[in-house]
């Protein structure tokens, strides 16, 4: 069995910082892409950030130059650094990752999410 665990949402003003935390555990060969999604109340999950496991990563508009991904690939984690936080970037955020199990077959996986909630 494979799972994804987030940490480190909260309640931040608003121009604050937080930093998100994905652990993978579990039966796993390889993790291979990562991503960080969220949703706020009433909307659709969106896209924040994606990491390949080379490093190369990608943002959302909404986040560009605010936001960092990153990952430590010996520990299996993904990180989102968020920082000049605004009430916008309120919602649950969820770790998603492909992880080629020990089976060798390749999923997706997704976390039970974390909330970030931006007081204004």
């Known amino acids: 069995q494979v799972q994804l665990v987030e940490s480190g949402g909260g309640l931040v003003q608003a121009g604050g910082s937080l930093r998100l935390s994905c652990a993978a555990s579990?039966?796993?060969?390889?993790?291979?892409?990562m991503a960080w999604y969220r949703q706020a109340p009433g909307k659709q999950r969106e896209l924040v950030a994606a990491?390949?496991?080379?490093?190369?990563?990608n943002y959302a508009d909404s986040v560009k130059g605010r936001f960092t991904i990153s990952r430590d690939n010996a520990k299996n984690t993904m990180y989102l650094q968020m920082n000049s936080l605004k009430p916008e970037d309120t919602a649950v955020y969820y770790c998603?990752?492909?992880?080629?199990?020990?089976?060798?077959?390749?999923?997706?996986?997704w976390g039970q999410g974390t909330q970030v909630t931006v007081s204004s």
């Open positions: 990491i390949t496991s080379g490093g190369s990563t």
């Open positions: 579990g039966r796993i060969f390889s993790v291979n892409a």
């Open positions: 998603n990752a492909e992880i080629q199990n020990s089976n060798y077959a390749n999923l997706r996986y």
